[in-house]
């Protein structure tokens, strides 16, 4: 089992703010990715990324913006959150060959 | 085209057997997979099977792939309270360099003493 770690677990913030959600494991997994989940919802894929400065959007338009500069970081930033980016946002990870995601706890972000 | 569906509830009895169902739609699915998630929590990986296999056991889970009508399933034998949560099966396809997981919209279980 993976060791991923997701922080802040609630974030309750004013609009406009910027926000950077961060999400690190320690298993040297090449594979990170970025959930968004409405409550009692089904999870949407918004950012991927297969090994360091490789980052790709999901099937989910965001405007949120990830990097990956080192293996086991992989941040996500929001410039300007809105209302309407009040979700819950799941980081996970996999290695290379592999086909298991690992899921983090996930953080809570309430826009205000 | 991707698409993942479940019922939305499900309540059973302690002791009783739980089954969850859920159908896709992608036959280029390599995995697929059930994740449990309970309130407030991340997603916790159960179980998987390959695509080419009907069935796999893994203590009180049995999982059935039925592939020619693309039809997963997820039987919990003994369910006990601590079961309630939601469960999402998952399928994986994959794509240039790695795979996606496209998820359903998840099954919540309540189990009832």
């Known amino acids: 089992e993976a060791d991923i770690y997701q922080t802040p677990r609630y974030l309750v913030i004013g609009t406009g703010k910027k926000i950077t959600l961060e999400c690190s494991q320690t298993?040297?997994?090449?594979?990170m990715y970025w959930y968004q989940q409405d409550p009692g919802m089904e999870l949407h894929l918004i950012h991927y990324s297969y090994g360091v400065n490789s980052t790709e959007k999901g099937d989910l338009s965001s405007e949120s913006t990830v990097s990956r500069i080192r293996t086991e970081h992989f941040p996500l930033t929001l410039e300007s959150a809105r209302p309407s980016h009040t979700s819950q946002y799941l980081c996970a990870s996999g290695a290379l060959g592999g086909h298991t995601q690992y899921f983090g706890p996930g953080t809570r972000l309430t826009v205000l | 085209g991707e698409d993942v569906e479940q019922s939305l509830f499900l309540s059973v009895r302690e002791g009783d057997s739980s089954v969850i169902n859920c159908t896709y739609t992608d036959s280029s699915s390599t995995y697929l997979y059930w994740y449990k998630q309970e309130p407030g929590a991340g997603l916790q990986l159960l179980t998987y099977i390959f695509s080419n296999m009907d069935m796999k056991q893994d203590q009180r889970l049995t999982v059935l792939l039925n592939k020619k009508d693309k039809h997963l399933s997820l039987r919990i034998a003994d369910t006990q309270t601590g079961d309630s949560a939601i469960y999402f099966c998952?399928?994986?396809?994959?794509?240039?360099?790695?795979?996606?997981?496209?998820f359903g919209t998840g099954t919540q279980l309540k189990v009832e003493l």
């Open positions: 998952a399928e994986s396809i994959l794509t240039g360099g790695g795979n996606k997981l496209t």
């Open positions: 298993m040297g997994h090449d594979k």
